[in-house]
């Protein structure tokens, strides 16, 4: 007897439950199909769940345009990620100006540090290293700063949000059965039964909505904290970018006398070695244009040409394309006129070519004899 009053007991729960089950299932669809009436949120709960929705949808567009941002190369993107999701570290490798600087260092050693070439090879392959290493820097600053954030985001307060959502939908869909049961009972028991399920739903309901708009409340303080996020990341771009506008002033400033040079490396025998480039220190401003000639004759000759008004013969060191029509282009190895003018920029003459006249670059000319 007690066996068959404990298998009663379960069957008839069983099918209780499985009852409730089924009038969830069909609130549910009756509610899509328009034809059962559905307990509303109150317009700033649904404007909270709107906010956390669009707030989760452009958090991920961010962090991943991000993350393209910061490694172009998707395999690497996978492959960070496993190890990641391994709890490893990746294994170091050359980023792409590192690998260009490496091959660069590695060519000019190859044609001779002591060549106009080789040694400005070197100075940029060094440059490139130098910007690689910045560039690992920003990825770092940017991964802790700004991305785990974003992240920890998405993996967690929204996975709470969202896991309190869909109690709050059972909740409001046990509400709504209980609504339904009510209008269709008849007889007088049923129906205070009915009332009193009600009344529980009511306020498990009232209860979880609660609970949500708290957690939906605190989106306003994840937009705070990403603001912040946000200006740690622009601080670490404009690091960056600082850093590499500085090297490339040192290098440019490095190769100042590559034209002379380069004329000079032409000139010589193979088995003559060329003066290395100088090294100056870093440029203090970004004012600097194209670099000066530093050649003492190139420079006497210059000032005499400006100190008389007549005009000289100049060989092009190498190609220089107009910027402007007040220019003048010019081809490598080709001779030309050039002249000064009163209040003319020291950097600039006046070279002309048959018909054609314009401002030529001192720097791109051999003054001839």
Known sequence: TNISDCFKFVLENYFSELSIFNLINLQFTEEKLGQAEKTELDAHLENLLSKAECTKLWTEKIMKQTEVLLQPNPNARIEEFVYEKLDRKAPSRMNNPELLGQYMIDAGNEFGPGTAYGNALIKCGETQKRIGTADRELIQTSAINFLTPLRNFIEGDYKTITKERKLLQNKRLDLDAAKTRLKKARVAEARAASEQE????????????????????GISSTHAHH???????????????????????????????????????????????????????????????????????????????????????????????????????????????????????????????????????????????
């Open 198 to 217: 009600v009344r529980i739903t009511q306020s498990e309901f009232d209860r979880q909505a609660e609970i949500t708009r708290l957690l939906l409340e």
């Open 227 to 369: 603001l912040r996020c946000l200006n740690d990341f622009v601080e670490a771009q404009m690091t960056y970018y600082a850093q590499c506008y500085q090297y490339m002033l040192d290098l440019q400033k490095q190769l100042g006398s590559f034209p002379s040079t380069f004329l000079s490396n032409n000139n010589q025998s193979s088995t003559t070695p060329v003066q290395s480039v100088s090294t100056p220190s870093v440029l203090a401003s970004a004012s600097a244009s194209l670099p000066s000639v530093s050649n003492s004759i190139v420079t006497s000759g210059l000032s005499e040409l400006k100190s008389s008004s007549g005009s000289r013969k100049a060989r092009v060191l190498y190609d220089y394309d107009a910027a402007n029509s007040s220019e003048l282009s010019l081809l490598a190895d080709e001779v030309i006129s050039v002249y000064s003018i009163p209040g003319m920029d020291s950097d600039w003459l006046m070279g002309e070519r048959g018909n054609q006249k314009g401002k030529v670059p001192i720097t791109y000319l051999e003054l001839l004899n």
